[in-house]
Every structure is written in C-alpha cells, then in structure tokens.
C-alpha cells in the first residue's frame, strides 16, 4: 500500500536521449511536485500540479516536461539529456492546494547521464 | 522570492548531547516551516513544522523555535541518538512554494 511511488528507481542512459519518470499517489491528494536532489544535496522544487493544472513552474529548462494525466498520476519527460540532469529525481504529493502540510515523497529516481 | 539558508552544513555530536540547527528566511510571506529529516539513500520524511502563528513546538526529543520578528527558526534535537544521523532539512513556504535549506548532515556518535 505504497502511498507515493515511482518508477523507474534508477535510470542510467547516455547524453541526447530521451527518458521518463512516472509517479502515482494512492493519498487522493490534490497537489503533486517535482524535486531535483543534486550531488551535493541540494532539494529544489521544480514543478507543482494541483488536480493536473500546473501552478508552479520553476526556471527549469523546456527539456524537462510535467504531464498530469490525472490528478494521481504526474510524469516528467525528459528531452536530450545533458550530464548535468543527474540526480535524484523526487514525486511528493500534499493535501491541500496551498502547500502547507506534510509533503509525502515517493522514493526518488536516480538519474546518471554518462 | 524566498531564500533559505541552513547553519551548520555538518554537526557531529556525542550520544545523549542536544543538536541545534538554525534556518534564516528571507520572505516576510512565509507562513509555515517545516523540517524533513533525510537518511542515506531514503526519501525525505516529515519530522515537525510550525506555522507562523506560534512561537514554539514540541514533540518529544524534537522541538522548533520560530522568530518570525527576526525571520529565524531553529531545530532542536534533545538525548540525542544514533539513529538520529540523517540530513536534516528545513523548508519555508511563500506563495504554494517550499523552499528547502541546504541541510545539515548530523552525525551521533555512540
């Protein structure tokens, strides 16, 4: 009964590809994010979806592309991968709209570009 | 926008010693503050938050402080354990974003 999942867990792939993360909560939580972890730790808020409208969009290169199919559900494509997109790639889901409240994160995605 | 800086970057404590870390933020808007505690090769998890009409939490072993005057707020972890070693981080929300801190790598030696 996992409450925020992701797949794939790693993902090692070479420079220029193309590749998606998925994400699904089973909260019913409204708002959906994703997190970039860096090498150095470093936890950054990328994208935030509240029931599959985007409202936040941070400065994010357009390589990097949300979809929200529904409200459960939020995917992150990812175009012509450059070796500074490795990371720890995080899904975390919130209850309400504002944010505020226990951020739930799913495992992560351990992205390598080589 | 909302800046969140995080003090010490590590902190080494004795087994049953207390741990204090601090967060300064920089927008007057936030109004909750959360600190998520990270262990190696684990998602982060909610430990404690405090919203910006109160002063203090507590929580058992853990507790945070809010100077909302001053824009600081502060973790304290009390009879510290191993099992407390862990990246802590804090977090401050303006405008339906968090912003995370840099963390704290807190390591408890037996």
């Known amino acids: 009964d996992t409450a925020v999942s992701q797949t794939p867990k790693y993902l090692v792939t070479q420079m220029g590809n193309d590749k998606s993360i998925k994400c699904e909560q089973n909260?019913?939580?409204?708002?959906m994010y994703w997190y970039k972890q860096d090498s150095k730790k470093f936890l950054k808020i990328m994208f935030s979806y509240n029931n599959k409208e985007l409202i936040i969009n941070e400065t994010v290169p357009n390589r990097f592309s949300p979809k929200s199919p529904d409200k459960a559900h939020l995917n992150l494509h990812i175009n012509s991968l450059e070796l500074g997109d490795s990371a720890v790639y995080f899904c975390?889901?919130?209850?309400?709209?504002?944010?505020?409240?226990?951020?739930?994160f799913g495992p992560g995605t351990r992205l390598t570009v080589t | 926008g909302e800046n969140v800086e995080q003090h010490p970057s590590t902190l080494s404590v004795q087994e049953g010693d207390s741990a204090v870390i601090k967060c300064t933020y920089s927008?007057?808007?936030?109004?909750?503050f959360p600190w998520y505690k990270q262990e190696l090769g684990k998602r982060p998890q909610l430990i404690i938050d405090?919203?910006?009409?109160?002063g203090e939490k507590k929580d058992q072993r853990i507790a945070v402080t809010l100077n909302k005057t001053a824009k600081h707020f502060s973790l304290h972890i009390t009879e510290t354990q191993p099992e407390d070693s862990a990246v802590y981080f804090c977090a401050g929300l303006a405008f339906q974003k968090l912003v995370f801190g840099t963390g704290t790598r807190l390591l408890v030696s037996p």
């Open positions: 909260l019913g939580h409204d708002t």
């Open positions: 405090i919203r910006s009409n109160v």
């Open positions: 975390a889901s919130n209850p309400g709209t504002e944010g505020a409240g226990e951020q739930y």
């Open positions: 927008d007057s808007a936030s109004n909750y």
